[in-house]
Antibody, heavy 126, light 108 residues
Framework: QVQLQESGPGLVKPSETLSLTCSVS????????WSWIRQPPGKGLEWIGY???????NYNPSLKSRVVISIDTSKNQFSLKLISVTAADTAVYYC????????????????????WGQGTLVTVSS | EIVLTQSPATLSLSPGERATLSCRAS??????LAWYQQKPGQAPRLLIY???NRATGIPARFSGSGSGTDFTLTISSLEPDDFAVYYC??????????FGQGTKLEIK
């Protein structure tokens, strides 16, 4: 079955760029949407954005100006970059397959996150 | 932005008891609601999608119901492994989504 694994630095300095990679195994990265979700310590979940295997993306408006998500189908990986980080960006970052949505005349609906990577804690501190 | 409000914040029950968790949306999300279970130090796990469909491998003691703005996750008979935090998540306007703040199910 599909498995995901996040990797990247666990400590980033304020104002610098957070960079993470998610490696997908047990299945192809093609024909799927892939999302990043984060969870500040002791708090709830926040969707960051997705990338489609074609390279198209969509981001949470609250983070849109600072986020870039990209995909490398040859490596079965997708990546997250978050620029100009602050302490508020300290969180566990998860990658997940994003599937099950459909579109009709009224728009696109549904979709769930499954499976998830184990998560990686990124701390923003000098 | 659609706000999901989960209640109660903490639910204290004993193994074998029935658990009923609530999720209320600030506006209709039709049936586009999912439930996740999260244990300490682990990623969330999908339990229920589209309000009432169990995800692959999820035991039958987990069930979901509701539509519109009011949803319920029911665990018919609690096992020791079920004590965790549960989150609801809506996606009426994909890809935007929001999560509830979570309900902690603890052992009484």
């Amino acid at each position: 079955q599909v498995q995901l694994q996040e990797s990247g630095p666990g400590l980033v300095k304020p104002s610098e760029t957070l960079s993470l990679t998610c490696s997908v195994s047990g299945g192809s990265i093609t024909n799927n949407f892939w999302s990043w979700i984060r969870q500040p310590p002791g708090k709830g979940l926040e969707w960051i954005g997705y990338v489609y295997y074609s390279g198209s993306t969509n981001y949470n408006p609250s983070l849109k100006s600072r986020v870039v998500i990209s995909i490398d189908t040859s490596k079965n990986q997708f990546s997250l970059k978050l620029i100009s980080v602050t302490a508020a960006d300290t969180a566990v970052y998860y990658c997940a397959r994003d599937y099950g949505a459909f579109c009709d005349n009224s728009g696109c609906h549904g979709g769930r996150f499954d499976p998830w990577g184990q998560g990686t804690l990124v701390t923003v501190s000098s | 932005e659609i706000v999901l409000t989960q209640s109660p914040a903490t639910l204290s029950l004993s193994p074998g008891e029935r658990a009923t968790l609530s999720c209320r949306a600030s506006q209709t999300v039709s049936s586009y609601l999912a439930w996740y279970q999260q244990k300490p130090g682990q990623a969330p796990r999908l339990l229920i999608y589209d309000a009432s469909n169990r995800a692959t491998g999820i035991p039958a003691r987990f069930s979901g119901s509701g539509s519109g703005t009011d949803f319920t996750l029911t665990i018919s008979s609690l096992e020791p492994d079920d004590f965790a935090v549960y989150y609801c998540q809506q996606r009426i306007n994909w890809p935007m989504c929001s999560f509830g703040q979570g309900t902690k199910l603890e052992i009484k």
